[in-house]
């Protein structure tokens, strides 16, 4: 299984981005998927979760972050929304139970 997130930018505090993750070789509407994040000098963070129709988010991307999935296109997204220059940090989507290799993940970059 790969799964590889894309979509990452550089944007002004504010402003919104849109990452995605697809998979190839497993579908990820039977799996608890994740996104977590990791900025530089940090550990890496649980960022929502999806599973089933059910998401979970941690405090700070409640009300600014949307974690949906789209089962016929395969693909995992993170709607990012009034983004701050403390979400700046590389994304990644994974697995919750049984994570696969951790990739490049992508970069966001928030600015002032």
């Known amino acids: 299984v790969q799964l590889q997130a894309s979509g990452g930018g550089s944007v002004q505090a504010g402003g919104s981005l849109r990452l995605s993750c ?3 070789g497993m579908p990820l509407s039977l799996y608890a998927m994740a996104w977590y994040r990791q900025a530089p000098g940090k550990q890496r963070e649980l960022v929502a979760v999806i599973s089933g129709p059910d998401t979970h988010y941690v405090s700070f991307a409640k009300g ?3 974690i949906s999935r789209d089962d016929a296109q395969n693909v995992l997204y993170l709607q990012m929304n009034d983004l701050k220059p403390e ?3 590389v994304y990644h989507c994974n697995f919750i139970l049984s994570p696969v290799a951790w990739g490049q993940g992508t970069q966001v970059t928030v600015s002032s």
Request: proline share 0%; glycine share 0%; net charge neutral.
């Open 87 to 89: 979400d700046t940090a």
């Open 64 to 66: 600014r972050f949307t």
């Open 22 to 24: 697809a998979a190839s």
